[in-house]
């Protein structure tokens, strides 16, 4: 596929992550934020966001599994998720967060689960859609470093 | 001896989320900060010359240390020692209480916002940060260089002589400090307008 068809697709997805509330304007500022200085930031900041959520939503399911819930830890963790995702720009995950946030205030565990089912289920969504977007990242500085050579 | 507006500041960014360190390092850098990153306030205290229980640095004066830093710009929540405990600690120490301090937080408490001032906290950012909210970093450290100055040039002289920043530990509330500063700032406009030489 030539690079212009490549970055087309790049575009169409992230628009379209814009448009389904995915992404929010904070990713926009990220994206900006990459340039010839540091070309693969967007990329980098994507991973560490993955790799963060994954490790709470693990540590959260633990948690929750518990008889009796330290909301206290449980709190700390969401806390921790909504400010990763408010970051990344990850709109949806960061919504889903703020409702787990209030069935933990309330010491709420049935909707604490069904809060972090639906933190997981818009986080998967947005991490396969990452996925994505990093391997056509990858395609596309691939390109670039070619026509450098 | 003039502040060069375009040098290199140093800003030193504390913040327990390795996300949230790289955002902000791109962030400083993007906008021709040098900066260093650490995770805890205790290894900000660290790299500031501090330790923990100690209000000035060791024997080396500040003009020696290796690490200069003009702005510290720090998450409010963090574990163990909080951005408030870190602002403290540095606003209550004589050897850096002149660095200015900005405070990060994804939540928007009044309370919080206001403790954080009062303690001496330049500004609140709040999360997630924006590449706009770093123009307003390079102000607060200039206006701390500039009164720096002002303290040589009236060490300096003969005639006026101010002693600013004495052994504080708490004694020293916001308020007098406050009060202070005017009275400096009131003596330096009345020898500038007594004389056209000094002029920055």
Do not use: W
């Not at chain 2, 306030?41 to 640095?57: M, P």
């Amino acid at each position: 596929m030539s690079l212009m068809a490549l970055r087309e697709r790049l575009n169409v997805l992230v628009n379209s992550m814009f448009l389904e509330g995915l992404l929010d304007q904070q990713f926009r500022q990220l994206q900006m934020l990459q340039d010839a200085s540091s070309p693969g930031f967007v990329a980098e900041v994507i991973t560490l966001f993955c790799e963060d959520s994954e490790r709470m939503l693990t540590e959260l399911t633990k948690l929750l599994d518990q008889a009796v819930v330290d909301y206290q830890k449980v709190d700390a963790y969401v806390h921790q998720l909504k400010g990763s995702s408010s970051s990344v720009g990850a709109q949806n995950v960061k919504l889903a967060c703020i409702q787990f946030k209030q069935f933990c205030e309330e010491n709420n565990k049935e909707g604490c689960l069904s809060a972090l089912n639906m933190v997981k289920h818009q986080y998967y969504s947005l991490r396969s859609k990452f996925d994505t977007m990093l391997q056509l990242e990858q395609r596309i500085q691939a390109y670039d470093s070619e026509q450098q050579n | 001896m003039a502040v060069d507006a375009e040098a290199q500041f140093h800003v030193l960014a504390v913040d327990d989320s390795l996300m949230d360190r790289k955002l902000i390092e791109r962030l400083l850098k993007t906008s021709s900060f040098q900066v260093t990153t650490v995770d805890s306030g205790s290894k900000a205290l660290e790299v500031l010359g501090l330790k923990e229980d100690q209000t000035s640095t060791s024997a080396l004066s500040p003009e020696h240390n290796e690490i200069e830093v003009n702005l510290v710009i720090t998450d409010y929540c963090m574990p163990g020692m909080t951005g408030y405990d870190l602002l403290k600690k540095i606003k209550e120490s004589s050897s850096l209480k002149d660095i200015p301090v900005v405070i990060m937080s994804s939540e928007n408490v009044p309370s919080r916002i206001n403790r954080c001032l009062e303690e001496g906290a330049e500004e609140f950012f709040l999360k997630p940060v924006q590449l706009s909210d770093m123009r307003r970093l390079r102000p607060h450290i200039l206006k701390g260089k500039y009164k720096e100055q002002q303290l040589h040039q009236e060490e300096n002289s003969n005639t006026n002589h101010i002693i600013v920043g004495s052994s504080n530990n708490n004694t020293m509330s916001n308020k007098r400090k406050a009060m202070d500063e005017e009275v400096l700032s009131e003596r330096t406009r009345l020898r500038f307008s007594s004389s056209s030489l000094n002029v920055i």
